[in-house]
């Protein structure tokens, strides 16, 4: 069984947890490192100091590796071997063996499937039937002063019958055990057959390890510390009334984290991993973060050195380095130590500090630094270096790593605060107004520019077109003059062909005409022209001739119509 509480068995349980190196100074002798004793730690620790252990006091008797009666652990060969073995032991001593005699059979009787054990109560001891099959209820001797009770799995985690015992647990389980005179022992990763002849060997729970039903909290940053598990056993007491009472506590503590034991006075560093305690005179004092943490906190006020009250807001960011430190200080979270310790020393600092250089100085922190143009920029400055290297040394007397401390606001109390509410008001709405009216005008700047703005480009958009229509009108212009002069040239050259065609068939005619000698013939040509000629002037046309006779009559009558037409206008 692997309930031994010792490192080199189980690196998961406590043994003298392991720690890591202190100053001896302001220790008790009992706190001291004792170098007689060494261990092995599964824990971890940021920065890799080397570990040792300050005490042994969280060792716990083992009892279940005392030499006990009909107590076989499980080994591989499993539980029917050792329920074998302890009921050899049990005959040995004269005793009624555990095993059952009979014998089963195929047809008929009460069933033990395989991988199941038979239980039966035999007058009120226990009788176990291993072999699988079926056990007829006749002839009537094999039940007489028998009951059958049912069955149980080989590979149940316990079993509990008629004072027999059997507990197997897996790797991630942990058995917490009862013996018959109410010691308590833990089983870890293995198992045991137990009978007790006074007593019983009692299974007060099954434990899960890695989800213990109990998480542990930072109260201030919130952060997971660990989980616990609290195991309970009840007990009469005189009056017959039962009372629980704690006697095993399992811890699962996360990577970079820790707890802090106590016995009395002394402390003892526990490291990360599952452990479990069942010395009843060690307490847990705390679960600790290793890890780096930051956290905003208001201060009590604090008078200036003109008697003003004003109350602060810092940052603080930390590591806890040294968990024991911390403890023997009577600190149970280093956020406690740090909040007195700087309480203490922003007063100091605050002290040297005139009400006008508060106001002036909005934070104290490495991130706000003066050009030093103002005259006091180098009093702070020498403040705020002062604050830091106090608070570092401060938390080191803790075990504690000061990484960052600012003061990020600051809110003065009392009348003079009320003053400066309603000047910082006033000064506030003048800023306001002042930055609307400077709003207003940029916007109507910024309206006359946009106006400008599009004013320019319609004027582009303007020229553009006016520059685009006039091409276009030269462009045509140049078109249509080009068009025209070869229109021009087209008709006068098509005139020209036609005068060259009719002056050539004039020709033609002509010399048609001169070829022909008949008279009659000339005479019918005559007449055809004349009929051509009517027909092109209409029939109603007078041809006056235009030689000899012909013409002076005509004179005449165009002078005659004339008069006429004179005549008709006067009157």
């Keep these: 069984m692997s309930s031994r509480i010792n490192d080199e068995e189980d690196a998961d349980t406590v043994v003298g947890g392991s720690s890591y190196p202190v100053k001896h100074k302001g220790l008790k002798k009992s706190d001291?490192?004792?170098?007689?004793?060494?261990?092995?730690?599964?824990?971890?620790?940021?920065?890799?100091?080397?570990?040792?252990?300050?005490?042994?006091?969280?060792?716990?008797?083992?009892?279940?590796?005392?030499?006990?009666?009909?107590?076989?652990?499980?080994?591989?060969?499993?539980?029917?071997?050792?329920?074998?073995?302890?009921?050899?032991?049990?005959?040995?001593?004269?005793?009624?063996?555990?095993?059952?005699?009979?014998?089963?059979?195929?047809?008929?009787?009460?069933?033990?499937?395989?991988?199941?054990?038979?239980?039966?109560?035999?007058?009120?001891?226990?009788?176990?039937?291993?072999?699988?099959?079926?056990?007829?209820?006749?002839?009537?001797?094999?039940?007489?002063?028998?009951?059958?009770?049912?069955?149980?799995?080989?590979?149940?985690?316990?079993?509990?019958?008629?004072?027999?015992?059997?507990?197997?647990?897996?790797?991630?389980?942990?058995?917490?055990?009862?013996?018959?005179?109410?010691?308590?022992f833990v089983v870890k990763n293995s198992g045991f057959v137990a009978y007790a002849i006074d007593g019983t060997y009692d299974v007060l729970a099954i434990v899960d390890q890695t989800h213990l039903s109990t998480s542990i909290k930072d109260a201030v940053t919130g952060a997971i510390l660990g989980s616990i598990a609290e195991i309970k056993m009840?007990?009469?007491?005189?009056?017959?009334?039962?009372?629980?009472?704690?006697?095993?506590?399992?811890?699962?503590?996360?990577?970079?984290?820790?707890?802090i034991l106590q016995r009395g006075d002394d402390l003892e560093l526990l490291p990360a991993g599952q452990h479990y305690i069942t010395n009843p005179n060690v307490t847990l004092r705390g679960l600790f973060t290793l890890g780096e943490n930051q956290l905003e906190m208001p201060t009590k006020d604090i008078f200036t050195r003109d008697q003003v009250p004003v109350g602060l807001r810092i940052y603080l960011k930390w590591q806890?380095?040294?968990?024991?430190?911390?403890?023997?200080?009577?600190?149970?979270?280093?956020?406690?130590?740090?909040?007195?310790?700087?309480?203490?020393?922003?007063?100091?600092?605050?002290?040297?500090?005139?009400?006008?250089?508060?106001?002036?100085?909005?934070?104290?922190?490495?991130?706000?630094?003066?050009?030093?143009?103002?005259?006091?920029?180098?009093?702070?400055?020498?403040?705020?270096?002062?604050?830091?290297?106090?608070?570092?040394?401060?938390?080191?007397?803790?075990?504690?790593?000061?990484?960052?401390?600012?003061?990020?606001?600051?809110?003065?109390?009392?009348?003079?605060?009320?003053?400066?509410?309603?000047?910082?008001?006033?000064?506030?709405?003048?800023?306001?107004?002042?930055?609307?009216?400077?709003?207003?005008?940029?916007?109507?700047?910024?309206?006359?520019?946009?106006?400008?703005?599009?004013?320019?480009?319609?004027?582009?958009?303007?020229?553009?077109?006016?520059?685009?229509?006039a091409y276009s009108v030269i462009a045509a212009a140049k078109a249509q003059a080009e068009r025209t002069k070869i229109e021009a040239l087209a008709e006068a050259e098509a005139i020209r062909l036609t005068a060259e065609a009719d002056a050539q068939a004039v020709s033609i005619r002509a010399a048609a005409d001169a070829k022909v000698t008949d008279q009659f013939a000339r005479g019918m040509e005559m007449r055809r022209v004349e009929v051509t000629r009517v027909q092109a002037f209409g029939n109603k046309t007078v041809f006056v001739p235009t030689d000899g006779t012909g013409v002076q009559m005509g004179n005449a009558m165009a002078v005659g119509m004339a008069a006429g037409m004179a005549n008709d206008h006067e009157a």
């Design 32 to 184: 001291r490192i004792d170098e007689s004793y060494d261990s092995y730690s599964t824990g971890t620790h940021p920065r890799k100091l080397e570990r040792v252990s300050l005490h042994d006091f969280s060792k716990t008797a083992d009892y279940a590796l005392e030499e006990r009666p009909f107590v076989v652990p499980i080994a591989k060969d499993g539980i029917i071997a050792a329920l074998e073995r302890i009921d050899r032991q049990l005959r040995d001593s004269g005793r009624t063996g555990l095993l059952s005699n009979k014998v089963p059979v195929s047809w008929t009787g009460r069933e033990v499937s395989p991988g199941f054990l038979g239980l039966i109560n035999h007058g009120g001891l226990p009788k176990i039937l291993t072999k699988p099959g079926r056990y007829p209820g006749f002839p009537l001797r094999n039940w007489w002063a028998r009951q059958w009770c049912g069955t149980k799995g080989l590979s149940d985690t316990a079993i509990q019958f008629q004072g027999l015992t059997v507990v197997q647990v897996s790797q991630n389980q942990a058995a917490v055990i009862s013996d018959p005179q109410n010691r308590i």
């Design 234 to 259: 009840r007990s009469h007491i005189a009056s017959g009334k039962e009372q629980e009472y704690v006697v095993a506590l399992f811890l699962n503590i996360p990577a970079n984290n820790c707890a």
């Design 320 to 469: 806890l380095m040294e968990p024991l430190k911390l403890t023997t200080h009577g600190y149970n979270t280093p956020y406690d130590a740090l909040r007195d310790k700087t309480q203490s020393i922003l007063t100091q600092i605050v002290a040297h500090l005139d009400y006008s250089t508060m106001v002036k100085q909005r934070s104290l922190g490495p991130d706000n630094l003066e050009d030093g143009t103002d005259p006091s920029s180098a009093f702070l400055d020498a403040l705020r270096t002062r604050a830091m290297d106090e608070m570092h040394e401060a938390a080191l007397e803790y075990g504690i790593i000061l990484k960052d401390l600012a003061v990020i606001d600051r809110q003065f109390k009392g009348e003079i605060a009320s003053t400066m509410d309603k000047l910082t008001t006033r000064a506030l709405q003048a800023q306001v107004e002042a930055a609307n009216v400077d709003r207003e005008n940029s916007n109507k700047v910024k309206q006359e520019e946009g106006a400008l703005a599009v004013a320019r480009i319609k004027a582009q958009s303007r020229n553009a077109q006016a520059d685009s229509e």
